[in-house]
């Protein structure tokens, strides 16, 4: 299985950016999905994660009421809509698939939240 991770870009505090992740070479509407951030010197934290067919979400503390995770499975992607971004949201973004022990990553995309 493979993940395709791209929208990572440079954008100025208080704004807003999607990130995408396109899987293929697995059945992705079986697997939970999740985003993940690395800062710079930190360790890799979960920021967002989505059920299968259920659709139920769950957040970081830090990211509650700006970020949105979604997906399609018909498209096989998941999304991850960021709002208000904070400088402290400056970090490599990666998105995971997973099932039972199989798990999937993606090549991670950097995000860059500066003036």
């Known amino acids: 299985g493979a993940l395709v991770v791209s929208g990572g870009v440079l954008v100025q505090p208080a704004g807003s950016l999607r990130l995408s992740c396109t899987a293929s070479?697995?059945?992705?509407?079986?697997?939970?999905m999740s985003w993940y951030r690395q800062a710079p010197g930190q360790e890799r934290e979960l920021v967002a994660s989505?059920?299968?067919?259920?659709?139920?979400?769950n957040y970081a503390d830090s990211v509650k009421g700006r970020f949105t995770i979604s997906r399609e499975n018909a498209k096989n992607a998941v999304y991850l809509q960021m709002n208000s971004l904070k400088p402290e949201d400056t970090a490599v973004y990666y998105c995971?698939?997973?099932?039972?022990?199989?798990?999937?990553w993606g090549k991670g995309t950097p995000v860059t939240v500066s003036s």
């Open positions: 995971c698939a997973t099932l039972f022990r199989v798990k999937y």
């Open positions: 070479g697995f059945t992705f509407s079986s697997y939970y």
């Open positions: 989505i059920g299968t067919s259920d659709g139920i979400t």
